[in-house]
Structure formats: structure tokens, C-alpha cells
């Protein structure tokens, strides 16, 4: 399964992205960004499925909420950062 | 126990805040330090807490809810990262000294707004005539914590906007009782405590920003670790170290009570409750109630004296009676000053949600008492 990582500036962030994309029936996961795409140490991400990713970037548009950077994460666990 | 000591901490709370809080300490760990259920369901917690603190004070965006120890913590902060030495500092007359003091240690230049009690036209008036260009700041107390004296704030929150001035607000005594809209009121920060009118445990405080303040702790905040800065976005700039999570779950469940009960019903029954002791007490020769004769203008706090009988001897009185309430300047020397209640201070009863007529006629009854036995 493939899955999108949207990096958040805080936890909190993270949080309040979480839970806009819930509103929408978006399941959105808070966690921790795996330590090889973290570029300035500890911080927070919302997974959430590839099937949802373009529903929920509107939702997150509409919300005015914006991820710092967003990352695919492949079946294999390989990671790739994607320009939006 | 008969606890009339709510403007210090409301010590009788809803059974659900001490349940969290107790839950608490062995369920969650650390927010933002870890990816295990501990740490996420602490996170959970917190965060729930900010959407309940943002809806009740209208926030908006719960990153800018800041947990803090308590109110004075808040003011601390909020006037650090607003004023510096020499500044022209406008304040109410009735401030605590968790706002004086702070003003004092940085060397502010502070001009006090004072105005007579229960006079909140000439509360704005005296805000009005002093407010100008060049001040760095007003702050004023929603609540005076010795009187219940409810200022004009949003009138004054108003008169700053016109000037383009800074205004902190101090709900020590207002949140959990009266409605504050931090949108509509455009303070640039509320400072409150989460052991008072919010009913949650001691070590509790919260600090609403519009803007960017200065922390005054440093240290690990679970975010952006490799740099030596303090994160740049709240509420993580403002929350270094361990949060108190304890006292945020159990800060939660008082806020879901305040929810439930709703802010007027809240208020009527301190109001009745403030109401019914002041007439039992003014009917008591040689005591005098310091009580407004307009309700708008009083929230749920009664000062009075006994004529002869220092204040702290009263409080010692209704203490060994098992009446709880606090004697003295009640750390607002300035406030004792501007109602001409300097130096002997006065007897301050305040109420919660949880006293009832009966208490009231305790402390009536027990002040008959003293001051018949002289």
C-alpha cells in the first residue's frame, strides 16, 4: 500500500491537519516523520492512503492548512519527497 | 469545610477533573516525544484540550493556545515579549501583582488608569484620558480579584485599537464566568489560569496569543531538535520542557464542565450567591460590603470589613469556624489603594459553581457571630 507523509511544521500542526481531513472522511494518521526524511531532527506528519491524497490537498487548501513537504512512501518502505 | 476562596483556586472541582488528572499519571507520557501510544495519546489530550480552550474563548487557530503554570506565568510572558525598560506602561487600578511586579523588574514607566469602584464609565474615561501615541501598552484585569469588580474591557480593548496600542487582558478572574471572545476583543494576548473559574487542577494556566511573544524558558520542545533555537510557531516557542499533562486532562474535564453548565448559568449563580451575602452582611452593624449596586458590574467576589476588628482576625475567626476565605490585600496592594481600602485590606469571599445558599448563610451567621462576641 502506498501512502503520502505530509510534514508539519509542529505536533500540533499536525493535529489540526489531522482533523481537517477528518471532517472531509479522510483517514488521517499523526505520527512521527521517520528519522531518513527528517531534516531538522524530531518532528510530526499526517499519513494518509495515495487514494485520498488529492481529495484530501483540497481539503487541506480549503482549511488553509499547508504541509511543509510532502513525501510518498512506497510499498517497498522507500521514500520520495514530491513537489506539489 | 464551607471553601469561599475561589478567587485564589477553586479547590471543590467536578469528580471528572481529579479522574483525569489521576488517570493521567500512569496512562500518558510525554506530547511531541515519542511515536508510542503513551506519547500520542498524551498528545491527544493536550491537543482536545486547545479545541475546547478555542471554542470557549472563540481562538480560532489552537496553536495559538499556549499551557502555561498558571496566569501569572502567562503575564509573565505576554509582558516580556511587550515591554521594555522605560516603556510607558497604562494600567487599571486594580491590578494584581502578578502584573505590577513583572513591570516593576523590567523598569517599566507605569501610569495607573485609576477610577473609583464600580465605576466602569469612569474606569474607560480615566483609560481614555491617559492613553496616547507613545504607550507601549495597556493591560488590564477583566475581574478585580479583591472587589469582582467587572472593567469595561471591551471598551478599552477598543480605545487601544483606535491608538494602535497593545492590549493584555488578565482573566484571572473572568474565564470560566464571563464571555470573553478573544476574536471580537482583539487583545494581542489573554493571560488565565486553569485552576480558577475553568476548574482545573493547580499548575494549570493558558495564555492566548495574537502574536509572537518571547519565550522566557528555553529548552527541548520536541520539534526542530537540531537547531539551538527556540522554535519559531506556538504553541511549541512557549512550551519547553515536560508538559504538565495531569493538569491538562484534569483541565479538559473542567472545561467539558463549563460546557455543560454554560457560562450564564454559571455566572447567575455566583451572582445570586454574591447578592444574598451581601445582604445578610450589610444588615450586621459595623460591617461594611463593598457591593455594586448594578449586577453587570460585579462578578462572583465580595470584599467586606468588620469596623474595629482587623481583617485578618476575621478570616482566623471564620477559619476556626471552618469557613474558608482569604484576609488581607489579597496580592493587589494597588487595588486596596485605589478603593481606599489601604493598609488593612478587607475580608474577600468568592464563589463557585459549587457553594450553595447554605454557605452563604454560614458565613452570614459566623460574621454575626464575631462581630457580636467583638
Known sequence: MVYYLLICRSLTYAQRTAKALERVGITAIVTKVPQVISSDGCGYCVKVS?????????????AELYPIKVFVLYADGNYNEVTL | ???????????????????NAAWAVGHLSSPGRGGYTAAMDASEIAFECREKVS????????ESIVFTFNATHALNIAIKSLVRRGDKVLISGYEH????????????????????LFEPEMA???????????TALVICNHVSNVFGYILPVERIAAACREKHVPFILDASQSAGALDIDFAKLSADYICMPGHKGLYGPQGTGLLLCARRPEGILQGGTGSNSLSQDMPDMLPDRLEAGTHNMPGIAGLSAGLDYIAKKGLKNILSHERALVAEAADGLVKIEKVRVYKSEYEYCQAGVLSFVVD??????????????????????????????????????????????FNTKRDISALVSAVEEIVRRG
Not at chain 2, 485605589?338 to 463557585?352: C, D, F, I, K, Q
Open chain 1, 50 to 62: 495515495a487514494k485520498h491524497i488529492s481529495n484530501a490537498l483540497v481539503a487541506l487548501k480549503n
Open chain 2, 55 to 62: 471554542k470557549l474563548f472563540s481562538v480560532g487557530d489552537p
Open chain 2, 1 to 19: 469545610m464551607i471553601y469561599l476562596d475561589n478567587a485564589a483556586t477553586t479547590m471543590i472541582k467536578p469528580a471528572s477533573v481529579a479522574r
Open chain 2, 97 to 116: 501583582n502578578a502584573v505590577t511586579r513583572p513591570l516593576h523588574a523590567i523598569g517599566a514607566r507605569v501610569i495607573v488608569a485609576a477610577s473609583e
Open chain 2, 308 to 353: 474595629g476588628v482587623p481583617c485578618e482576625t476575621v478570616g482566623e475567626e471564620l477559619s476556626a469556624r471552618g469557613i474558608c476565605v482569604r484576609a488581607g490585600l489579597h496580592c493587589a496592594p494597588l487595588a486596596h489603594k485605589t478603593a481606599g481600602t489601604l493598609p488593612n485590606g478587607t475580608v474577600r469571599m468568592s464563589v463557585s459553581s
Open chain 2, 124 to 134: 474607560l474615561l480615566a483609560f481614555e484620558r491617559r492613553l496616547s501615541e507613545d
